[in-house]
C-alpha cells in the first residue's frame, strides 16, 4: 500500500452527488497540508498515473468507466439511491443550463450509468475497499467521516474523532433524519 505523508493513496469512485464535496472538505480540514488531492479538473485525466509520488486522494466519477482498479491503493465507493442522486445530479444541471428539454433521454443514459458503475465498483471484486453511502454520511457525519479518514491512515491509531466531530461542526454538516429508505448495497 503506497502512502504519501501517512496517508494511504486512495482513490473516491463517486457517484455524482453522493457526498463527495463534504468528505473532501473534512480530509482537508482533517489532514492540512498532508493532503494531496487531485481530480480530473486539477490533475487532468491521469490523477496517480500523472502525480504517483505527490498525490494521495484523488477522486474520480469514472463517467467512461475506464479507471483501473489498482491493487495499491484503497478505494472508496461513494453512492447515493439512484432517484436522488440522478435527480440532484439533474437539478445542479438545470441551475448550469446543461439539460435540455426533454430530460428523459438525458435520465435514461445517467441510469444506464448508475447501473455500470455499481456493477464495477460495489459487485465486482475491488480490492482494499470501504463503501460509502451518501444516506448513511447524512445520518451520522461524524462516524461516516471517522471511517473514511482511519481507512486513509497509514497509522489508524493516529484517529482523533473529537477532532472529527469538531471539524464536522465548524463546517456545519448537521445529521439529518432521513425522509427516504436506505439504500442498501449487498
Not at 15 to 28: I, K, T, Y
Not at 59 to 81: A, S, T
Not at 88 to 94: L, N, V
Not at 112 to 125: D, G
Request: glycine fraction near 4%; proline fraction near 6%.
Amino acid at each position: 500500500m503506497r502512502s504519501i505523508n501517512g496517508i494511504k493513496q486512495t482513490l473516491f469512485a463517486t457517484f455524482p452527488r453522493s457526498g463527495h464535496h463534504v468528505m473532501q472538505r473534512v480530509c482537508h480540514a482533517y489532514f492540512g497540508d498532508r493532503l494531496h488531492w487531485c481530480d480530473i479538473h486539477k490533475c487532468g485525466d491521469q490523477g496517480f498515473i500523472k502525480n504517483p509520488k505527490f498525490c494521495n486522494m484523488e477522486k474520480n466519477h469514472d463517467f467512461d468507466l475506464d479507471v483501473p482498479i489498482r491493487q495499491e491503493l484503497q478505494h472508496v465507493i461513494q453512492i447515493r439511491h439512484p432517484i436522488f442522486a440522478i435527480a440532484g445530479w439533474k437539478a445542479m444541471h438545470q441551475r448550469e443550463g446543461k439539460v435540455k428539454r426533454d430530460w428523459r433521454p438525458w435520465c435514461q443514459e445517467k441510469m444506464n450509468f448508475y447501473s455500470k458503475f455499481c456493477t464495477k465498483w460495489l459487485y465486482t471484486s475491488v480490492p482494499n475497499r470501504l463503501v460509502v453511502p451518501y444516506e448513511r454520511l447524512v445520518v451520522d457525519p461524524v462516524k461516516v467521516c471517522s471511517k473514511v479518514i482511519e481507512f486513509m491512515l497509514e497509522d489508524p491509531d493516529e484517529l482523533d474523532t473529537d477532532r472529527i466531530e469538531k471539524i464536522v461542526a465548524e463546517i456545519q454538516i448537521k445529521p439529518q433524519e432521513l425522509q427516504q429508505v436506505p439504500f442498501e448495497f449487498a
